[in-house]
């Protein structure tokens, strides 16, 4: 028995929103549908947020609706307040992941809230969760958890700070997210332990950026100090508005030939993940694909994928 | 204090014999010149290998001369026979590294002999080397040790029994390398593991290739096992002559960033080395360049550089 470890996609969103240009619905839906048939388990597949700030994410409702068709994957959209909540609730999200900055510039800039009033809108969310009839589940996504493009260093006493808070309002699961992409292995040790220290398994999940070349390193750190959860983006897509051509998410790809490599299932069908490429490139022609393991081929001592 | 960890750069070898075209004497002597001043300790700067084969590396022996000139620098030099150790002692070079392919179809096809035959030629070579009046160290470097494009698959105690056949033979320390790029960081740990229980501290360093997207997080699964040296290409020059179009060695600005964020000591200034990636970029205008940090820029929460 191999030890499970769950990856979900996040270039739908997170790279998505910072391409130059926009993938049709069409094609991102094709694009989900594959990733998903490769044994991808979680997908989120856009945020809702305002139209005119992320064109690119103004079709998330239509496609959260067609995602959650597909089976055995759970399919995520991101929500930075009630309303979005409220509108990923009708369309039939799994799971919402709600941002929440830990630094005070990151937190202006991107949310216009101090971090306490975000804090006090994920509780609204999930009282407003809790209500309904059918379940969703809320994650509270702690953005800026290892440096801050404005505030620079970011004390680990603020992030446990913050999850704990998350925990308290009732977030099904905590997440620590390299926002800017400073991380690097001793950090995510160190913070990982403070926050599980505090709140436990409730932490669950890394979301790490390759913007200094350190993702993959920073997620087998966080793989060691026992996260089993990882975010990626097929093709390393995205990449970060605070420093224009550094490369986005950590590559999904890679990522799962590591976890592979290294006997962990991910479920994933790896030959058929990289096939998804394909439809990538089609939508988005001009947008750079990162990526090792699609270029340089599955080595013959791979193992093969369950 | 801080702990130190050694990088040796080895792009004007192994980067630049892979490169499509050729960079000239003059401009490899300024590059080698501005990595010394950035405080890289340890360069390899050409291979005695036959210029028939390798023109890229037809002026070792003039680099090595000029090289062994900078102050504060070991100058390393590839020499896969007698013949190539004679040259490279007589240019003056510090250490050669003497490349032990573990696997037999590598062996065959990039020395033209078996292991054995390969490792009773390292013998040799630390025979006459010991015979000088100059002192020259003699590193035995064990590629394919953590598999082969050609034989796939290469068993650990493989690895084993060359190390400890090149420490028999009298070699001053071992590597071992990741010529193809197909470890991962489970089979880094016990390989590594395996070695140092038999040759102990005689094994130091790890060559390791970025072809999967896995060095980086190699690179600290070796750090973890008690690794303190460590090959690294400025910019990933080079690649894999049996993948076309992957990357190369491990970026040595990226893995510098890491070591010196974890608090790790590699007398190396970030800054002044990633400006020498432009005297690089003017010596060979069409090589693709790789590496994160240059990119996006050292982040202000970066330990200021000892």
């Given at each position: 028995m191999r030890e499970r470890v769950t990856v979900c996609e996040v270039g739908p969103r997170d790279g998505l929103q910072m391409a130059k240009s926009r993938m049709s619905t069409a094609v991102k839906t094709r694009w989900i549908a594959a990733m998903a048939e490769s044994g991808v388990p979680e997908i989120e597949v856009g945020s809702f947020v305002s139209p005119r700030l992320i064109p690119?994410?103004?079709?998330t409702a239509?496609?959260?609706?067609?995602?959650v068709l597909l089976p055995r994957v759970i399919i995520v959209a991101l929500a930075p307040n009630l309303r979005g909540a409220q509108e990923a609730y009708a369309a039939g999200a799994h799971r919402i992941s709600v941002p929440v900055s830990v630094s005070e510039g990151h937190s202006r800039a991107n949310l216009n809230r101090t971090p306490d009033e975000q804090v006090a809108e994920v509780a609204r969310i999930v009282s407003w969760v809790r209500g309904q009839d059918r379940p969703m589940e809320v994650e509270g996504a702690c953005s800026t958890s290892f440096g801050c493009s404005f505030d620079g260093r970011v004390a680990t006493a603020s992030v446990v700070r913050v999850a704990v808070e998350l925990a308290a309002v009732g977030v099904d699961m905590v997440a620590l997210a390299d926002t800017v992409g400073y991380a690097h292995p001793s950090?995510?040790?160190s913070v990982v332990r403070a926050v599980r220290g505090e709140i436990g398994a409730r932490l669950d999940g890394l979301h790490l950026h390759d913007t200094m070349g350190l993702g993959i390193a920073n997620a087998l750190a966080g793989l060691e100090e026992?996260?089993?959860n990882f975010d990626a983006a097929l093709a390393g897509l995205g990449g970060c508005p605070f420093a224009p051509g550094?490369?986005?998410?950590?590559v999904t790809e890679d990522l799962v030939f590591m976890l592979?490599?290294?006997?962990?299932?991910?479920?994933?069908d790896l030959d058929r993940l990289i096939r998804a490429r394909d439809i990538l490139a089609e939508g988005l022609p001009a947008e750079a694909l990162h990526g090792q393991v699609s270029v340089a081929g599955i080595p013959k001592t791979f193992r093969v994928a369950a």
């Open positions: 690119q994410m103004s079709d239509e496609i959260v609706r067609r995602a950090l995510i040790r026992g996260i089993r550094a490369s986005g998410n950590i592979e490599s290294m006997g962990f299932d991910t479920g994933i």
